[in-house]
T-cell receptor, first 118, second 115 residues
């Protein structure tokens, strides 16, 4: 099956620092990856669509200067939370559609990254 | 615009009993429908999907879901619940003609199976 990994799985940082989260598709390529944020006991909120080789598309209300997204290759997208604050603490999940698999119907998700900002 | 409604925040069922987790959707075109399960501090695991064809879809771990176009529903079911089925379940939808756009998720339903 299609596997998506995230690194780190959890991170604790001090307020004001920046944190980078990696999302990798391990056995498929993806021109498009998605970044979601999930608050405790709530649904997934789409933050942005990451496009390989071009700028990310951010959802309304998401600060693009705070949540920097880079999709440098067909298997890697990164989310950098800049100058993190406690309110950025959350569970961040990435996902992707396999490219060239004959079916692009199923969106595969990474295991998530738990960010805690002190 | 696409949307998903999961009317129940919590569903409790006794082990061995059948379970149903409800989902209704709204799309402008034809829907792709999905169910995912999430265990604590984990990402989403794909359970099953409806694309086209038979309205009854069978998925992982004995789960199934029935697509009902007239009621715009896609309820998740299992004939006999296990304690290990306790988790958070998300229904999601995408318009068939929308390309590789992200899924739209319901708010989730927490399933608790009691031994």
């Amino acid at each position: 099956g299609a596997v998506v990994s995230q690194h780190p799985s959890w991170v604790i940082c001090k307020s004001g620092t920046s944190v980078k989260i990696e999302c990798r598709s391990l056995d498929f390529q993806a021109t498009t990856m998605f970044w979601y944020r999930q608050f405790p006991k709530q649904s997934l909120m789409l933050m942005a669509t990451s496009n390989e080789g071009s700028k990310a598309t951010y959802e309304q209300g998401v600060e693009k200067d705070k949540f920097l997204i880079n999709h440098a290759s067909l298997t890697l997208s990164t989310l950098t939370v800049t100058s993190a604050h406690p309110e950025d603490s959350s569970f961040y999940i990435c996902s992707a559609y396999p490219l060239g698999r004959g079916s692009t119907d199923t969106q595969y998700f990474g295991p998530g990254t738990r960010l805690t900002v002190l | 615009a696409q949307s998903v409604a999961q009317p129940e925040d919590q569903v409790n069922v006794a082990e061995g009993n059948p379970l149903t987790v409800k989902c209704t959707y709204s799309v402008s075109g034809n829907p792709y429908l999905f169910w995912y399960v999430q265990y604590p501090n984990r990402g989403l695991q794909f359970l099953l999907k409806y694309i086209t064809g038979d309205n009854l879809v069978k998925g992982s771990y004995g789960f199934e879901a029935e697509f009902n176009k007239s009621q715009t529903s896609f309820h998740l079911k299992k004939p006999s619940a296990l304690v290990s089925d306790s988790a958070l379940y998300f229904c999601a939808v995408r318009d068939m003609d929308s390309g590789n756009t992200p899924l739209v998720f319901g708010k989730g339903t927490r399933l608790s199976v009691i031994a």
